[in-house]
């Protein structure tokens, strides 16, 4: 069985895939959130592997090298879902198996919006970023919107690029902020301003104005990771996913750990994903067991 290395999206577009881990094993596509790209489930992978479980770690829109329109446009949630759920078509022709999905911020969103669509995954698990109608609520019912004033700023153009030009400069300093490390802001500046993706990757936020997000509810198991030194996303987001939810559902906290999730918490990471992708795959094959029996 080949490894999957790259997909072809429905505009034309080709993302990156690293396929890693046992070739019979259970699929998850990861994917990665802003700004970083599929080498931030590093440390999370080599963990799912050991459970048995094979990941395919997407390098998506704006960030992959033959994945880069122009124009914010091309970047709005609805395209991004077209995406990953190329990327999940692929995987299920690929292995014959059922897939199951994991995001960490901008990719929880696009997970979120991939599990919603019924019939494309079989399980998902959201990490940082809740449901897109529990994150817009909060907006009422908490502090969210003073949290997320970066959004607004990334509205502007060409700004946050000029910013992000030194090494150490004002957008590297607002990173570090939400608790991003010196390696992971060394790793932000190879993979993401060096190699020319940083304006594709502002086009995920710059898209927002032009169609809000607009995600129905998940009907698959779901499992939803926050952890309370989140400076981006409050507990009443993260708390209110639930309500967007039909199903078996469970929210994992998080104590003491900032924003990045799979870099900084892996283990705790490949733990929630792996019970819930092994709980849902034991759950199918009871099933299965119970019809062969009758």
């Known amino acids: 069985m080949d490894r ?23 699929p998850i596509v990861l994917l990665h959130g802003f700004p970083e790209r599929a080498t931030s489930w590093r440390l999370v992978a080599p963990l ?24 914010r446009r091309a970047y709005r949630l609805e395209n991004l879902a077209d995406d990953a759920g190329a990327v999940v078509a692929a995987v299920r022709a690929a292995t014959g198996q059922p897939v199951h999905v994991a995001g960490h911020d901008w990719g929880a969103a696009v997970a979120w919006a991939v599990a919603a669509r019924p019939g494309l995954v079989a399980s998902l698990t959201a990490l940082s970023v809740p449901h897109p ?7 009422t019912r908490s502090d969210q919107a003073r949290r997320s004033w970066y959004m607004g700023f990334f509205q502007l153009p060409r700004v946050p690029e000029a910013l992000a030009r030194r090494a150490g400069g004002s957008l590297e300093s607002l990173l570090a902020r939400t608790g991003m490390t010196t390696p992971e802001l060394a790793r932000f500046r190879a993979e993401v301003v060096e190699t020319g993706a940083l304006t594709g990757a502002l086009g995920w936020y710059r898209a927002l104005p032009l169609a809000p997000p607009r995600v129905g509810r998940v009907r698959v198991p779901t499992t939803m990771v926050w952890s309370d030194g989140d400076d981006a996303i409050g507990r009443a987001a993260a708390e209110g996913c639930e309500d967007f939810v039909v199903g078996e559902y469970e929210l994992v906290v998080l104590g003491g750990v900032t ?3 799979p870099t900084q918490a892996p283990e705790a990471a490949a733990e929630a994903i792996a019970a819930r992708v092994l709980g849902h795959r034991e759950d199918v094959r009871g099933d299965q067991q119970d019809g062969e029996q009758q």
């Open 48 to 71: 799912l592997h050991e459970r048995g479980l094979r990941t395919f770690a997407v390098d998506q829109r704006g960030y992959a090298p033959r994945a880069r329109p122009r124009g």
């Open 133 to 139: 109608a529990a994150f817009l609520r909060s907006f």
């Open 259 to 261: 924003h990045w999730i």
């Open 4 to 26: 999957l290395t790259q997909v072809t999206t429905p505009d034309g577009l080709v993302l990156d895939v690293t396929d890693t881990g046992p070739l019979d094993g259970t």
